[in-house]
């Protein structure tokens, strides 16, 4: 499975961005926890949020209310659907997947099977 993250660039604080990642190779798209990670030069990598192939979703706490995940399994892609955005923003954004899902395990970096390039995103205050 290939992933490919588009869609970042440096936006101003309170503005909105969508991120798009396409995955290709993968036969049964629906079937797979796709997730969105992000990291900040001299941070860990942290979850933003995933969807799960039942439709389920979950966010970090510092996002909650302003970040939307959704995927069109048609289309094999995640996207991420960033408003109000926030200096404490930027960082890369990376989406990773995995096919199945592991309880309370998904917010794991490690727990994820296949990772695209990431996609910077930079908000200027």
């Known amino acids: 499975v290939q992933l490919q993250a588009s869609g970042g660039g440096l936006v101003q604080a309170g503005d909105s961005l969508r991120l798009s990642c396409q995955a290709s190779?993968?036969?049964?798209?629906?079937?797979?926890?796709m997730a969105w990670f992000r990291q900040s030069p001299g941070e860990e990598r942290e979850l933003v949020a995933y969807?799960?192939?039942?439709?389920?979703?979950q966010y970090a706490d510092s996002v909650k209310g302003r970040f939307t995940i959704s995927r069109d399994n048609a289309k094999n892609t995640l996207y991420l659907q960033m408003n109000s955005l926030k200096p404490e923003d930027t960082a890369v954004y990376s989406c990773?997947?995995?096919?199945?899902?592991?309880?309370?395990?998904?917010?794991?970096?490690?727990?994820?099977?296949?990772w695209g390039l990431g996609t910077l995103v930079t908000v200027s205050s």
């Open positions: 969807s799960s192939q039942f439709r389920y979703a």
């Open positions: 190779g993968a036969s049964t798209f629906s079937r797979y926890t």
């Open positions: 990773a997947a995995r096919l199945s899902f592991l309880v309370g395990r998904m917010t794991q970096s490690n727990s994820y099977d296949y």
